[in-house]
């Protein structure tokens, strides 16, 4: 089973922006961005249901957008703050239903995960 691939991430200041790309050229029902920071565990960011729904984590409301064109998944992340530092994993289930497909669903519910891609934010 192939796995997604991320890139784009990269060094910012606080208050910048950055999007990053996830590759994944199957058919998923639910896919989405989990993140790690160092020192805490992985978190729920953002998902996209297979409706094309978006959901978002509290902490990146209004500021990160999840979208989808074709094989690619993005994060497009604007206000950027030192606690959104960390890696980025995209994630990819075909067992998540729609109402599952939340970034408050378990991180071990999402079968498939990318190698990750790292974003820094400095104050």
């Known amino acids: 089973q192939a796995h997604p691939v991320e890139s784009g991430g990269d060094s910012v200041q606080s208050g910048g922006s950055l999007k990053i790309s996830c590759v994944e050229p199957?058919?998923?029902?639910?896919m989405g961005w989990f993140r790690q920071g160092p020192g805490k565990e992985r978190e729920g960011v953002a998902t996209?249901?297979?409706?094309?729904v978006p959901a978002y984590a509290e902490s990146v409301k209004d500021r990160f957008t999840i979208s989808r064109d074709k094989d690619t998944l993005y994060l497009q992340m604007n206000d950027l703050k030192p606690e959104d530092s960390g890696t980025y994993y995209c994630?990819?289930?075909?067992?998540?239903?729609?109402?599952?497909?939340?970034?408050?669903?378990?991180?071990?519910?999402?079968?498939?995960w990318g190698q990750g891609t790292q974003v820094t934010v400095s104050s």
């Open positions: 994630v990819a289930d075909n067992y998540l239903t729609t109402s599952r497909c939340k970034p408050g669903t378990d991180a071990s519910k999402f079968d498939n």
């Open positions: 199957s058919h998923w029902f639910c």
């Open positions: 996209l249901n297979v409706d094309g």
